[in-house]
T-cell receptor, first 113, second 112 residues
Framework: DGGITQSPKYLFRKEGQNVTLSCEQNLNHDAMYWYRQDPGQGLRLIYYSQIVNDFQKGDIAEGYSVSREKKESFPLTVTSAQKNPTAFYLC????????????FGPGTRLTVT | GEDVEQSLFLSVREGDSSVINCTYTDSSSTYLYWYKQEPGAGLQLLTYIFSNMDMKQDQRLTVLLNKKDKHLSLRIADTQTGDSAIYFCAETAQSGNTPLVFGKGTRLSVIA
């Protein structure tokens, strides 16, 4: 089955710790994305990658970092510099980065206390 | 920049039709999408429409596009309790420097 996997489903961390969220796709898609979702805020784009070894900042990149060393993987690190990291994080991918639909993973709910 | 607007809430009775509306600002929008998000889950692509179309029907779903007014709607016929979810409108263009632009989502509540 082709799709996008995110792990874990729920993640708990103490304030001041960095945490990495996993996103893997086997759809052979070139582009991958990370979004943050807060109640009533819709989806906000954190980072996106058009192709392997390339990534761009989205609207709310501060306090986050990414890497794209493999086509199928796009991990997101939430650093201690992110002031309000508790949120629902969604990973998506698309066959190209413009003009096409995106496919989403199931999400990771991160709680930082 | 591009913007997509949706009303935040809609409540309907089971069996009635639901109409979720969306307006967008990007006149170069090429594709417009509707996504569904159930509680605690990712977004699921429901349907899409090309900008050169006025209407698309897919079983209980009807999408209407008024390109002149930049208005998109999603009609769900015979709404069921399983349709309760958040519905996101999104648009993209084949040119430009942005991927999909999403609205904030409309929470549909279906009352039995």
């Amino acid at each position: 089955d082709g799709g996008i996997t995110q792990s874990p489903k729920y993640l708990f961390r103490k304030e001041g710790q960095n945490v990495t969220l996993s996103c893997e796709q086997n759809l052979n898609h070139d582009a991958m994305y990370w979004y943050r979702q807060d109640p009533g805020q819709g989806l906000r784009l954190i980072y996106y990658s058009q192709i392997v070894n390339d990534f761009q900042k989205g609207d709310i990149a501060e306090g986050y970092s990414v890497s794209r060393e493999k086509k199928e993987s796009f991990p997101l690190t939430v650093t201690s510099a992110q002031k309000n990291p508790t949120a629902f994080y969604l990973c998506a991918s698309s066959i190209a980065w413009q003009g096409v639909e995106q496919y989403f993973g199931p999400g990771t709910r991160l709680t930082v206390t | 920049g591009e913007d997509v607007e949706q009303s935040l809430f809609l409540s309907v009775r089971e069996g009635d039709s639901s109409v979720i509306n969306c307006t967008y600002t990007d006149s170069s929008s090429t594709y417009l999408y509707w996504y569904k998000q159930e509680p605690g889950a990712g977004l699921q692509l429901l349907t899409y429409i090309f900008s050169n179309m006025d209407m698309k029907q897919d079983q209980r779903l009807t999408v209407l596009l008024n390109k002149k007014d930049k208005h998109l709607s999603l009609r769900i016929a015979d709404t069921q309790t399983g349709d309760s979810a958040i519905y996101f409108c999104a648009e993209t263009a084949q040119s430009g420097n942005t991927p999909l632009v999403f609205g904030k989502g409309t929470r549909l509540s279906v009352i039995a």
